[in-house]
């Protein structure tokens, strides 16, 4: 067992000698942190950045807004770029967290959409360049749900009972009741969300799963027949099997704006916008687009997608639907979380 | 030998006060504890009376709103809850690991390394892909329902996914080598020679186990106990997976503050102090009874200071 | 005594019938997984065909087999410092009586309780403001602190049924007491020592949250990279990696097994 063990650890050894010369530079003059959202950024893009402009870029992840903020404010590394959603850069832009760009480095922001631009986050486009967008809508396996699903009510009806799944999100989750009254989703105050609580009491136990990491496998499994979840999941499913339609509902959807952002402190906010600039050429963009099927609000880049990955309702819903951002409404955010928390535990 | 030997209090023997060379030994101890356990702790506690932030982290000033706000009904049947998930856990954990731990702890020599590495391998993959290997066996459209359904001992699938009972189900499975380990390095000591003399002595085997061979290995029991029981509590990953997000525990409350819409670490800190207090408070008082237990065997004259 | 032995025999072997179910039980899933690594479907939800390319992609996939070594890495010294933390405190708090003992022995425990976003979170404050970067070290520290606990509480237990006049005749027949402790006493606590230390091992590899806090861009772990890759959906790489993770870690025990044999 004593050999065993110094074998194994001299193996180790040799391997971990090996692999740190693969292991990315650290910061250096000639280098980006960049912290993104897991598996947002492909490494084609950023292995063909790095080719171009010799900057090596470390690339850390987080899985949530709020685990961003947490190691962002807590100020143990310096980044150059973050990805926040569009409500967490409005609050960074409020708190003065980020750095105004300087667009004449990053002349290829008119390649975005202006639909895209100068909105309730960032009106002034002065923080943030738009990276992919995406809205939160309903999934329906069309081959076990035959009725007509046109929005949240139509979801929370009795017969769907213990074969819904949706993201674990409870601002999503308030934000689809205040739809339903009427109210925009951003209109959070303790008289709004006593009026949605009958609502969402009726509709939580209805409910078989919250999952907002992978809320297509309950789906693909079976266990779930439709559900209201991320757009990218939903062209997933699409990908995957196209009995599953994505249906923006009636009474309105939150379309969120994922962007890249400079931190107030970067260390290399040069490197920051080349890379800005970079991502947002065509061409490298579409390859962001190939790996996540989000809407791409890159209109030069949407003229080289496929016509399949066009042609995907999730990534690009047609029609004309209602789509709302989502604000920073503070305090109110903790209210948010003890309804559902509370309605969650009494269903 | 020591037969009503706990694992609660530092198990005393021939104990004597420091010498200077024991002190060098004794230093690191205190030393990572204060820095890496106690400065931490404080952090938190300073956490759980300041205000929240806008972005998260906290506003230092003094309040007591995080503590009230743990005195809600929701919270409290939370707390409630983890701790009956806990408890099941572990009662199921010990039934099902003693008898395992004992006959790899009594298997041949060469057997027993063996034994406890097949049981730790299966540990060492991922938890998530673990977790949702269990979703893919346990779903409606899964082996476990198919071979039901096929062997005719139901008609439909049942709905074992999502359910109570798939999260006690995950956590005995996280947990149970937990079990396992501890009590097999108390079984491995057992003079064969005793349970052989047991047993001569006319007890049924029974019998014999329960008087003799459990008292003996109390020590892995109480071990064991402490290392499901005590993690359980703050479970948040395994039923959020198979609960279907349903079944929020405490560890899921206090993850949302961090990593979630409410950005309230306050509230979150001041939950686990709460969590910590709770334990400090059962392991000290647990710990003092057993340690005057001791005394009381040892030295009967003897003052403590 | 015939009906005795029989009885006896047959207990032994219900016993062995449900060992060898525990080990079905644990081994269950890892079934799924490795067949599922195989699996043709990218979504690993449902099965598709047969396929090795998985384990081709792993060596297109440098981060993923960085992730691993990273894991190993911090799991070898974590479990390293652990069972030194763990059996020097287990032993110190049974051979010594000082004031504010059983304080350690609480604050000690502790990390077990507390849930891993504090300890993230606190802990990287407290990185933070010592200014210690982030990386190799903050991790291991992280992991150390609520993984020697384990070791502790194993090496307590076996020590609670030490006879002390085992280490007393050593010493009386001249020992002293550091060859005691190294030629009496580690090798009675050794089933405990490998207990504690097949613990801590066991939860750095796999540990997540206090990572996430802890760690930095370049010192990425596998949980890191296999959590991050769930949105997109846990492809069948991850199922590969872990498979050969396993083999691999059977080989070398074999291979350890072999070795010692042809010792002998």
């Not at chain 1, 890249?260 to 402190?265: K, M, T």
């Not at chain 2, 702890?105 to 938890?127: D, K, N, Q, Y």
Request: net charge neutral; proline share 7%; aromatic share 10%.
């Amino acid at each position: 067992m004593q050999r065993t063990a110094i074998l194994g650890a001299i193996g180790l050894l040799a391997v971990a000698a090996v692999s740190s010369c693969t292991t990315p530079a650290r910061h250096s003059p000639q280098s980006l942190n960049l912290f993104a959202w897991s598996e947002y950024v492909p490494w084609s893009v950023i292995d063909g950045f790095t080719r171009e402009t010799g900057i090596a870029v470390n690339y850390e992840t987080y899985a949530s807004n709020e685990e961003m903020l947490a190691k962002l404010i807590s100020g143990a590394q310096r980044y150059d770029l973050i990805q926040p959603s569009e409500y967490t850069a409005e609050a960074l832009i409020k708190e003065r967290r980020l750095m105004p760009i300087d667009w004449s480095k990053v002349p290829n922001i008119r390649n975005v959409g202006a639909q895209y631009q100068h909105l309730r986050h960032d009106p002034d486009q002065q923080y943030t360049v738009p990276w992919m967008v995406g809205s939160v809508g309903i999934v329906v396996n069309t081959a076990k749900v035959a009725d007509d699903i046109k929005g949240y009510a139509d979801v929370f009806r009795e017969p769907h009972k213990g074969r819904i799944v949706v993201i674990n999100d409870p601002r999503e989750i308030v934000s689809w009741a205040l739809a339903t009254i009427g109210k925009d989703p951003n209109d959070v105050t303790p008289e709004t969300l006593a009026q949605i609580e009958p609502l969402l009491r009726r509709w939580l136990p209805l409910v078989k799963v919250y999952d907002s990491d992978s809320p297509k496998t309950a789906l693909l499994n079976g266990d779930v027949d439709l559900g209201i979840v991320w757009s990218g999941e939903a062209a997933l499913l699409y990908r995957e099997n196209p009995r599953f339609r994505y249906i923006l509902p009636a009474e309105g959807a939150h379309q969120f704006i994922d962007s890249l952002a400079i931190p107030a402190n970067a260390a290399n906010p040069d490197a920051a916008m080349a890379f800005m600039n970079y991502i947002l050429r065509p061409e490298v963009s579409r390859l962001i687009s190939a790996e996540f099927p989000y809407t791409n609000p890159n209109l030069e880049a949407r003229k080289l997608l496929s016509a399949a990955e066009l042609a995907n309702p999730a990534s690009y819903p047609p029609g004309d639907p209602r789509l709302v951002t989502f604000g920073d409404i503070g305090p109110s955010a903790v209210q948010i979380d003890k309804l559902v928390t509370d309605l969650k535990a009494a269903s | 030998m020591r037969t009503t030997a706990t694992a609660f209090a530092a198990p005393v023997g021939p104990s004597r006060p420091p010498t200077p060379t024991a002190w060098l030994l004794i230093a690191p101890l205190v030393l990572w504890v204060a820095v890496f356990v106690v400065a931490p702790t404080l952090i938190m506690l300073v956490y759980s009376v300041s205000t929240r932030g806008t972005l998260g982290g906290v506003v230092f000033g003094f309040t007591l709103e995080n503590y009230a706000a743990l005195l809600d009904r929701t919270y409290l049947y939370i707390i409630v809850r983890s701790i009956g998930f806990a408890a099941i856990t572990t009662a199921i954990c010990l039934l099902a690991a003693y008898p395992a731990a004992y006959r790899i702890g009594r298997a041949a020599e060469r057997w027993r390394h063996r034994l406890l590495m097949l049981v730790m391998i299966p540990f060492w993959t991922s938890f998530l892909i673990r977790t949702y290997a269990w979703v893919t066996i346990l779903k409606n459209e899964g082996p476990l329902n198919g071979l039901l359904v096929h062997y005719g001992l139901i008609g439909e699938p049942l709905e074992l996914l999502y359910t109570s009972g798939a999260v006690v189900l995950g956590l005995v499975y996280t947990f149970l080598p937990f079990m396992i380990l501890p009590i097999y390095a108390s079984v491995e000591k057992l003079d064969p020679a005793l349970v052989e003399a047991a047993l001569d002595l006319g007890a049924a085997p029974l019998r014999a186990f329960w008087k003799v061979i459990v008292p003996l290995t109390a020590p892995g029991i109480r071990a064991g106990v402490l290392l499901v029981f005590i993690p359980a509590l703050g479970i948040y990953a395994v039923n959020d997976i198979l609960g279907g997000g349903r079944v929020d525990m405490i560890g899921n409350i206090i993850e949302n503050q961090f990593k979630g819409t409410a950005r309230n670490w306050p509230f979150g800190s001041a939950l686990a102090v709460v969590l910590i207090l709770a334990f400090a408070l059962a392991f000290w008082l647990t710990s003092a009874q057993e340690a005057a237990e001791h005394r009381g065997a040892e030295e009967p004259a003897v003052t403590v200071p | 005594m015939p009906g005795r032995g029989a009885v006896v025999k047959q207990i032994n072997r219900l016993l062995t019938l449900w060992t060898g179910l525990v080990l079905g039980f644990f081994y269950l899933p890892l079934a799924v997984l490795i067949g599922f690594s195989f699996n043709r479907s990218r979504l690993n939800i449902v099965w598709e065909g047969f396929t090795l390319d998985w384990y081709a992609a792993i060596w297109r996939d440098p981060v993923l087999v960085d992730a691993l070594v990273n894991s190993l890495i911090v799991a070898v010294v974590t479990t390293a410092l652990s069972v030194v933390l763990g059996t020097g405190g287990a032993w110190i708090l049974y051979r010594y009586r000082f004031p504010g003992a059983r304080v350690l022995q609480t604050l000690a425990f502790t990390p077990m309780i507390i849930p891993e976003v504090i300890i993230g979170v606190s802990l990287l404050i407290l990185f933070v403001t010592v200014h210690l970067e982030l990386g190799y070290a903050t991790i291991i520290i992280s992991h150390v602190t609520f993984c020697f606990p384990f070791a502790m509480i194993a090496v307590q237990a076996r020590l609670a049924g030490l006879d002390p006049a085992l280490e007393e005749s050593a010493l009386d027949l001249g020992a002293t007491p550091a060859r005691a402790f190294r030629d009496v006493l580690v090798p009675f606590l050794a089933p405990a020592i490998i207990a504690g230390a097949l613990m801590s091992f066991t939860l750095s590899l796999d540990e997540l949250i206090v990572t996430y806090f802890t760690a930095s861009a370049s010192t990425r772990t596998l949980p890191l990279e296999i959590f991050g890759r769930i949105k997109k959906g846990l492809d069948p790489t991850l199922n590969a990696i872990s498979t050969v993770f396993i083999v691999s870690t059977v080989g070398l025990v074999l291979a350890g097994e072999l070795l010692r044999r042809r010792s002998r």
